[in-house]
């Protein structure tokens, strides 16, 4: 939903792109192979004779939109599509929020009261609460805020209380989602919805799909929406996957194949919170109207006297097959059930490189920008050589201009040779051939890589 942003003093630039830590790069294979795992994991354990299930229980949802009165777009066709593969696909129980504008009490105030309720009425062990917004955004007064709002005239007043009360500083009231004991998912399609800004806390699950980056418009209502989008995701992968269990990133994957999607829109998952032994993706699957009874051999598990063990199982020799880690899985279920131990689950902690194979990542990365950055010298050295010496007398300062970090200037530019002159900062082809070997042998040592799964016992 295109809108053109204001600029505040304080405000982030919205052409600019931080590179937030917590944002998950979805279609890395490490990611995705994660994903199965995770999905292939809960499978399994739903086959055990556990005392809690690996699953959600109850799938709550509250979708927040605008009224007709006080929106320029109608969002209400996709919305209601949205809403009824939800009820009807997944069995889930949908709240329809309306804002208004022009209603006596303050839009902050509204949407702090409807979330305050929802998680009040919903909040509850094995529960996953979902946020669901469409309308338009827009950076916030300060870093980090998202602002949103119905129409785009009456936001662009100058008269700030008058903009105050036809908007929200959703910052504000996620708030009120941080001291749910259940998972949250927020899902907003509206322009800079990654402008949301990073926050840490609590160990669960507490996730950020956004229709664009921070500096990215969104496509108006119709078959090449985000919503749109999503619903042909939710409902392709439901018919798709075993028992209809997939993770958030899988969702968002699958939304870029979306026939009308556009192809330069970049949806983006992020973590709000640090993650805690959970670890993992929240995974989305319809609920069971027939749920399968938990044979209680020891009880309800006690908040007060629960016990966790947490195991990290570090392979060395490569990484293990989704085969192996399904065979681990039947191995503990059969543990579990001869010993009697009074297990309630075991929950999947994700699964990542060793940190020494994370660093050398990192490492080479580091890497290729340099490379490229001197390979730009270079082109920039040889296209001013193949001037006239006097053109090239006149860029000597600019291409060993002091606002190159690290540059050196070796002989003269108008008689030495490209290669005498580089600087002595930027690798040579030879020793960025070196620095690839040592970076091979490093990330597989002895020919081996290591990888890191864990898993929390309850």
Request: net charge neutral; glycine share 8%; with cysteine.
């Amino acid at each position: 939903m295109d809108s053109i942003p204001s600029s505040p003093s304080r405000a982030a630039n919205p052409g600019i792109e931080l590179e937030d830590p917590l944002t998950v790069g979805y279609e890395s294979p490490d990611e995705i192979d994660a994903s199965n795992y995770q999905v292939s994991w809960t499978n399994v354990m739903e086959e055990g004779r556990y005392l809690s299930p690996s699953t959600y229980q109850k799938v709550e949802v509250l979708i927040l939109c605008w009224a007709e009165h006080c929106r320029d777009i109608d969002t209400q066709e996709e919305v209601a599509r949205f809403k009824a593969v939800l009820e009807k696909g997944f069995c889930y129980n949908v709240t329809v929020v309306d804002l208004d504008a022009k209603a006596k009490q303050k839009l902050q105030v509204q949407v702090n009261a409807k979330v305050a309720g929802f998680v009040e009425n919903h909040d509850g062990p094995d529960t996953l609460l979902i946020v669901y917004y469409a309308g338009h955004g827009k950076p916030g007064e300060f870093f980090g805020d998202l602002e949103l709002f119905g129409q785009t005239s009456p936001n662009d007043t100058r008269d700030t209380k008058k903009r105050a009360r036809n908007r929200v500083v959703w910052n504000k009231t996620e708030e009120l989602l941080r001291p749910a004991e259940s998972d949250v998912l927020e899902i907003f399609d509206c322009c800079y919805a990654g402008q949301l800004g990073l926050t840490r806390g609590e160990n669960r699950l507490f996730e950020f799909l956004a229709a664009a980056p921070s500096s990215g418009t969104t496509e108006v209502p119709g078959r090449a929406s985000f919503t749109s989008a999503l619903t042909f995701a939710l409902e392709s992968l439901r018919k798709e996957k075993p028992e209809s269990r997939f993770t958030t990133d899988e969702v968002l994957r699958r939304i870029k194949t979306a026939e009308h999607f556009p192809t330069e829109q970049i949806p983006m998952l992020s973590d709000r919170e640090h993650k805690g032994p959970g670890g993992g993706r929240i995974m989305l699957h319809p609920l069971r109207p027939e749920k399968k009874e938990i044979e209680k051999r020891n009880g309800p598990l006690a908040q007060w006297d629960g016990h966790v063990v947490t195991l990290h199982l570090e392979f060395g020799g490569g990484k293990p097959s989704e085969a192996q880690v399904v065979a681990l899985g039947q191995h503990f279920n059969d543990l579990f059930e001869r010993n009697a131990l009074g297990v309630h689950r075991i929950r999947w902690g994700g699964m990542k490189r060793s940190t020494f194979g994370r660093a050398a990542r990192k490492f080479r990365g580091n890497l290729r920008k340099r490379r490229a950055s001197s390979n730009g010298w270079r082109a920039n050295y040889r296209k001013c050589a193949a001037q006239s010496p006097s053109a090239v007398a006149t860029k000597k300062m600019d291409l060993l201009s002091p606002q190159v970090s690290g540059f050196e200037s070796q002989g003269s530019i108008d008689n030495e040779s490209p290669k005498s002159i580089l600087p002595s900062s930027v690798p040579t082809s030879d020793m960025e051939g070196e620095l690839d070997t040592i970076m091979d042998q490093g990330y597989k040592p002895n020919k081996q890589q290591h990888w890191d799964t864990s898993s929390a016992v309850e």
